[in-house]
């Protein structure tokens, strides 16, 4: 434990942050609260059932990835968001490990033949993760990768270009602050491949689909890109 979590540690005790029940991050009756979804949502309009792909009215939109999965079912009570803000800035093994066997669990029931993809974080710029100490998004690729016996691979798309945080930019200035923002190290690795980009909130999914039109360029044959919450 570094100073920086163990003095986070003094400040907000653990805590449950469904029920506040103490010496838990989340107790096992507010994990129970969090539900898989049901089912998968065209990623465009948002309003027709798919398999996480377009549906029929929104073949002309530019997506890149062949799928968009959300794993958590939106609740009322807002405790999916909770945990995933709080396992964002603070790196909290528990979290981890319940956020990525829900993403494990997603891929296991959505993707066919699973073993045969290579996972792939979103990387974020380097300047970011020094600050943050962690990647997010690479701590729950670790975990699902031990869960699920899948390949990762870090390397191949790196973040060339620090950006702002997406989340304070409309939606032009995102796609703006985007562009160039990923490069692919060695394109020869993603010819003929199937990936899943993992990802902990998709808003408006300009990330994901900028990584999977990086991959698409290179040559891959698939791109799945799998979240726990989309943001509103
Ligand atoms: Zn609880
Ligand atoms: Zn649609």
């Known amino acids: 434990m570094n100073l920086k979590s163990i003095f986070l540690n003094l400040l907000f005790p653990i805590q449950c942050l469904g029920c506040n029940q103490e010496s838990v991050w989340i107790c096992k009756n507010c ?10 949502i065209c990623p465009n309009c948002k309003k027709t059932k798919t398999e996480g792909n377009l549906c029929g009215n929104c073949q002309n939109t530019k997506i890149y990835f062949d799928k968009l999965l959300v794993a958590a079912k939106y609740e009322k009570e807002h405790l999916i968001q909770k945990v995933i803000k709080t396992f964002k800035y603070r790196f909290i093994k528990d979290l981890n490990k319940f956020l990525g066997d829900f993403l494990s669990d997603t891929i296991r029931k959505y993707i066919k033949n699973y073993k045969n993809y290579i996972l792939i974080p979103i ?15 690479e701590l729950l690729t670790d975990t699902i990768s031990e869960n699920l016996q899948i390949f990762i691979d870090k390397n191949l798309i790196k973040r060339i270009k620090y950006q702002k945080s997406q989340a304070e930019l409309d939606r032009d200035l995102r ?9 692919i190290e060695d394109k020869i690795k993603a010819l003929n491949k199937k990936f899943i980009l993992i990802d ?13 039109k990086m991959l698409k360029t ?7 890109a799998v979240v726990i919450g989309r943001g509103e």
């Open 31 to 40: 994990q129970n609260k969090i539900h898989l979804q049901k089912y998968q």
């Open 123 to 137: 990387p974020l710029h380097l300047k970011k993760e020094k600050w943050r100490g962690f990647n997010q998004a």
């Open 175 to 183: 796609l703006k602050n985007l562009h160039n923002a990923f490069q």
């Open 200 to 212: 902990d909130i998709a808003t408006t999914g300009t990330t994901l689909n900028e990584c999977a």
């Open 218 to 224: 290179a040559g891959a044959i698939e791109v799945v």
